[in-house]
């Protein structure tokens, strides 16, 4: 089977116009040899795509069944052939991100560093999200940024998003604290003292809660707060424990606390890029994905001992 990119076109046309004549003035070409187009795809595949009826061409249910398919090969082959063209074109391009604290200041930093070494006509524009992926979310319905790095959420509806790695949830405590003797804690034990949790809105809240009701338990933290930095000092100071992800404890200075895996069960936190699929991305954009999903997994805090 020899199915060329001009075929698809052709009958991706003609079923968008449901007419051989405006889709052949489309094409620029003549309706014969459209039609010959369409027959040899038709012969080609073994099936009948259209039915020529008083309103003009009628796609078949093997080509109604076959049309989403079509399309979405079409698009993908149209931004494989941009990416390149993009990749290799002198103008280059500007990507907007916006970045969860966690990685702001360790993975991302680099990743900016090899994108523009790699292609110096492309700028990387780093925006930091001061509270974990709320207005990440905001930012890329208004238009703002191309990107968010981070997690999904509570409020993900209507955005895409695409995994890089994941992110082991720990359990901080208070060097004094009765369970700091150990290295690996249930969250059932954990729930016996007073917890500092993150705000709602957070995927790592959302993570905690689902462990917790995972075990039977109905847990809720005693004090909320939106960042993490002020959950590590809130648990330096004794007011409670935390449960916070790897990431968070490369950055942070947890000096006097101790940090211990959590299982039963072991959860951990999904990250990557999100985007909003209705808006049209660049060449620049969709190329630091490909370098991004190319380059590996992100590397990760350091794991508990």
């Not at 051989?20 to 014969?32: G, I, K, M, W, Y």
């Not at 909003?276 to 969709?286: C, D």
């Not at 370098?291 to 794991?303: M, N, R, Y």
Request: net charge positive.
């Amino acid at each position: 089977m020899n199915v060329t990119f001009r075929q698809l076109t052709a009958f991706i046309e003609v079923a968008s116009s449901r007419s051989f004549s405006q889709a052949a003035q489309a094409l620029h070409v003549t309706q014969p040899a459209l039609t010959a187009m369409i027959q040899k795809l038709e012969a080609q595949l073994g099936v009948v795509l259209f039915t020529r009826t008083r309103r003009g061409a009628e796609l078949t249910t093997t080509g109604r069944e076959l049309l989403p398919e079509l399309q979405r090969i079409l698009a993908n082959l149209e931004v494989v052939i941009e990416d390149v063209r993009g990749a290799a074109s002198p103008r280059g391009g500007t990507v907007t991100l916006a970045c969860i604290p966690s990685l702001s200041n360790t993975w991302i930093p680099s990743l900016i560093a090899r994108v523009e070494q790699a292609y110096p006509r492309i700028k990387v524009i780093l925006k930091d999200a001061m509270t974990e992926n709320r207005s990440i979310h905001e930012m890329l319905r208004t238009g703002d940024i191309d990107y968010g790095v981070g997690s999904p959420s509570v409020e993900q509806d209507g955005l895409e998003f695409d995994l890089l790695a994941h992110d082991e949830l720990v359990a901080v405590v208070p060097q004094d604290h009765p369970l700091a003797r150990r290295t690996l804690v249930r969250w059932s034990e954990l729930a016996e003292s007073p917890l500092i949790g993150m705000s709602y809105q957070s995927h790592v809240r959302m993570l905690v809660d689902e462990a917790f009701a995972a075990n039977g338990i109905s847990k809720r933290p005693k004090r909320e707060v939106s960042l993490i930095t002020t959950a590590i000092g809130m648990v330096r100071a004794g007011l409670g424990v935390s449960v916070l992800p790897t990431t968070a404890i490369e950055v942070c200075n947890v000096a006097g606390l101790k940090v211990l895996r959590l299982h039963a069960p072991r959860v951990r936190r999904p990250l990557g890029f999100l985007h909003l699929p209705t808006r049209s991305l660049s060449p620049a954009a969709r190329l630091l994905l490909r370098f991004v999903k190319d380059a590996g997994p992100i590397p990760l805090g350091k794991q508990p001992e």
